[in-house]
């Protein structure tokens, strides 16, 4: 039996010092969402005792996932985060897979009007990327990744946002990983800071980060945001969320994050009445707030 040839690919040996200068500054990107920056945060040696430092945001460089059932927020978060990191200069990626790129850019719009933002100011830094008209780029990843490599040299983008991923997979859901890996990779290599918008199944429990195409996404990403809802119908969910029968109770959680520490407490959520997604306190806090009302 001959012997297998060795092959050593020593160029993926490093030492932590040779790790860390390759690494982006470990510092926070603003989402444009309220309440949700200050749930991250890093650890700092003060007066000889480790404290918390909230870090302003997602991670710099962190792959995140946005997973929930419809209509629970999560394409108002990443239109958000659009268009906060548009305001402060940032050019954005935008793949659209479910949303034609003319209906995605009155969205956009209303969204910076709600955030105050002068749209007009902001509308060459948000580069559409339209899958959702031309289906070579849902279906055939190379050509997707071709182009989106032409965006960011063109335009030098360091944010992304695909929404949804799941629709770069539907009805092949046995490719989910590794279409969900090579977007992971290849946004790692450009060095983007990204949003992946991922769809549950009504199958899956509200609060967990499963999404469409099983565990993929969640195993993947640098970090999870898992957004449900909670339709109040019975005396007792009433009681619990100290809600009226017929409300809907938004929760949020961050399901986890490598990158940096975070909040892991379950977080009310609410989309207001201008249609901007805001983060609430933690449930915990608001039941005992509301306890001691009584």
């Known amino acids: 039996m001959e012997e297998r040839e060795r092959h050593i690919i020593y160029d993926a040996i490093y030492t932590v010092s040779a790790a860390k200068e390759k690494a982006p500054e470990l510092k926070g990107v603003p989402t444009g969402v309220k309440g949700l920056d200050e749930l991250f945060y890093v ?15 997602i991670p710099l460089g962190c792959i995140a996932n946005l997973t929930g059932m419809p209509d629970t927020g999560k394409s108002l978060m990443a239109e958000q985060f659009t268009i906060k990191q548009a305001s402060l200069g940032e050019p954005v990626c935008f793949v659209t897979v479910e949303t034609p790129a003319t209906f995605l850019s009155v969205g956009l719009e209303q969204r910076a009007k709600a955030m105050g933002v002068d749209f007009k100011e902001i509308e060459d830094k948000i580069i559409i990327l339209d899958a959702a008209s031309y289906a070579r780029l849902r279906d055939d990843m190379p050509t997707l990744l071709d182009t989106l490599a032409h965006i960011y040299r063109t335009y030098k983008v360091h944010r992304t946002v695909i929404d949804s991923i ?45 999404a469409a195409g099983g565990y993929a996404v969640g195993h993947i990403v640098d970090c999870s945001m898992v957004l449900s809802k909670e339709l109040i119908l019975s005396a007792r969910a009433a009681q619990l969320y100290k809600a009226e029968v017929g409300e809907i109770v938004r929760l949020f959680r961050i399901d986890g994050c490598r990158m940096c520490g975070h909040d892991t407490r379950i977080h009310l959520m609410e989309i207001t009445e201008l249609g901007l997604v805001e983060i609430g306190p933690s449930l915990v806090e608001f039941l005992k707030a509301k306890e001691g009302k009584k």
């Open 43 to 57: 650890v700092e040696w003060k007066g000889k005792k480790p404290q918390r430092k909230p870090l302003g945001g």
């Open 166 to 210: 799941t629709g770069l997979f539907e009805a092949r859901e046995m490719l989910a990983r590794s279409i969900v890996r090579a977007l992971y990779t290849f946004c790692k290599k450009w060095y983007q800071t990204a949003l992946f918008i991922s769809q549950k199944r009504s199958s899956h429990e509200e609060l967990s980060a499963e």
